[in-house]
T-cell receptor, first 112, second 115 residues
Framework: AQSVSQHNHHVILSEAASLELGCNYS??????LFWYVQYPGQHLQLLLK??????LVKGIKGFEAEFIKSKFSFNLRKPSVQWSDTAEYFC??????????FGTGTRLKVLA | SAVISQKPSRDICQRGTSLTIQCQVD?????MFWYRQQPGQSLTLIAT?????????ESGFVIDKFPISRPNLTFSTLTVSNMSPEDSSIYLC????????????FGQGTRLTVV
């Protein structure tokens, strides 16, 4: 069965620190990969997505993610976080059926 | 993109009762999905609801407990039946269009507390 692992459940950073959130998935076929963000009190929003092509994907608000097929990973990065990045981040995988398998989420707190 | 409205946004219900959650989309969509997010856990797909066909339930979810309606291309309901405290969760509606390189969109969720 497909699964998604997010290794960091809670992350606390100071402003301007660099961020990397890990995401690993288990699925042997072609996958689509996503990172969603949920700001406090708001709905899930798409940060970035990977379907094919360049494995380095750039999303909104300065986020990027790299798909490494050999490692079944899709880690999220941002060179310099801001207080406004405080949110919960979810990695998700689909195999083309639009049914998503989500990771457990990472709560990021950025200290001003 | 899509604007998805869920009602109610939150509710507190007595055990043994049922709650129907509505999902309204501002445009016609092919596929609608219902997810559950239990406290401290990830989102789990309950079922896929495509217009004109019966909902397809994921393992661990049954129609008697979570009946779903999809009367048209912009609306769906999920009912949580005979509720128990274990049903306390956030329930999210999601929509997607068939095609290449598209993603799903999510509603703001319904926070359900069963007492």
């Amino acid at each position: 069965a497909q699964s998604v692992s997010q290794h960091n459940h809670h992350v606390i950073l100071s402003e301007a620190a660099s961020l990397e959130l890990g995401c690993n998935y288990s699925y042997g076929g072609t996958v689509n990969l996503f990172w969603y963000v949920q700001y406090p009190g708001q709905h899930l929003q798409l940060l970035l997505k990977y379907f094919s092509g360049d494995p380095l994907v750039k999303g909104i608000k300065g986020f990027e993610a790299e798909f490494i097929k050999s490692k079944f990973s899709f880690n999220l990065r941002k060179p310099s976080v801001q207080w406004s990045d405080t949110a919960e981040y979810f990695c998700a995988v689909s195999s083309g059926t639009y049914k998503y398998i989500f990771g457990t989420g990472t709560r990021l707190k950025v200290l001003a | 993109s899509a604007v998805i409205s869920q009602k109610p946004s939150r509710d507190i219900c007595q055990r043994g009762t049922s709650l129907t959650i509505q999902c309204q989309v501002d445009s016609q969509v092919t596929m609608m999905f219902w997810y559950r997010q239990q406290p401290g856990q990830s989102l789990t797909l309950i079922a896929t609801a495509n217009q004109g066909s019966e909902a397809t339930y994921e393992s661990g979810f049954v129609i008697d407990k979570f009946p779903i309606s999809r009367p048209n291309l912009t609306f769906s309901t999920l009912t949580v039946s005979n509720m128990s405290p274990e049903d306390s969760s956030i329930y999210l509606c999601s929509v997607a269009w068939q095609g290449m390189n598209t993603e799903a969109f999510f509603g703001q969720g319904t926070r359900l507390t069963v007492v």
